[in-house]
T-cell receptor, first 110, second 113 residues
């Protein structure tokens, strides 16, 4: 069945450094979503990518969907303490399913 | 989101007990979901419902059942709780047009002793 792998599991950065998390699927995806979960909180939707090679930006966050639609990445430029949390990707092969990766937990040292 | 509420927020129970977790939403969404979160495993889908008459099993439905009492209410039951069902449980909703943009409740932390 569909597997969504996310790396790294943990990332600790100094404030101001960049951060990237990667998501890889064992199968071709129709779309991919990214969510953020603050410590003690609930997942919050960030973005959906649908097209092969798509790149979307939200302020300091850049999201990419691979050309083969089997991988994706989230890059944060110049991290801030407000970026702390766990970032999840969730891949879909069809209309109904959505399989979450295990998440990358980001900590930021001021 | 305050639009999706879950009760209780925390629950400690014993092995073999029946437990019900409840979810209510005021977003007017048709679609509702139950997930469990375990450390290092992300979120796994237990059940989902696209409307009151539609219930579907997710990735890990064994040991769980659900009831969609109304468009706004979706409850999850553990008929006979076991320790490996100790987890953080989230309810989520989405609408028909953007089904992958899901809105999560605050979560219920369940401990089965």
């Amino acid at each position: 069945g569909q597997q969504v792998m996310q790396i790294p599991q943990y990332q600790h950065v100094q404030e101001g450094e960049d951060f990237t998390t990667y998501c890889n699927s064992s199968t071709t995806l129709s779309n991919i979503q990214w969510y953020k979960q603050r410590p003690g909180g609930h997942p919050v939707f960030l973005i959906q990518l649908v097209k092969s090679g798509e790149v979307k930006k939200q302020k300091r966050l850049t999201f990419q969907f691979g050309e083969a639609k089997k991988n994706s990445s989230l890059h944060i430029t110049a991290t801030q303490t407000t970026d702390v949390g766990t970032y999840f990707c969730a891949g879909s092969e069809g209309l109904q399913d959505m399989r979450f990766g295990a998440g990358t937990r980001l900590t930021v040292k001021p | 989101d305050a639009d999706v509420t879950q009760t209780p927020r925390n629950r400690i129970t014993k092995t073999g007990k029946r437990i019900m977790l409840e979810c209510s939403q005021t977003k007017g969404h048709d679609r509702m979901y139950w997930y469990r979160q375990d450390p290092g495993l992300g979120l796994r889908l237990i059940y989902y419902s696209f409307d009151v008459k539609d219930i579907n099993k997710g990735e890990i439905s064994d040991g769980y059942s659900v009831s969609r009492q109304a468009q706004a209410k979706f409850s999850l039951s553990l008929e006979s709780a076991i320790p490996n069902q100790t987890a953080l449980y989230f309810c989520a909703t989405s609408d028909f047009w953007t089904p992958k943009e899901q809105f999560f409740g605050p979560g219920t932390r369940l401990t089965v002793l």
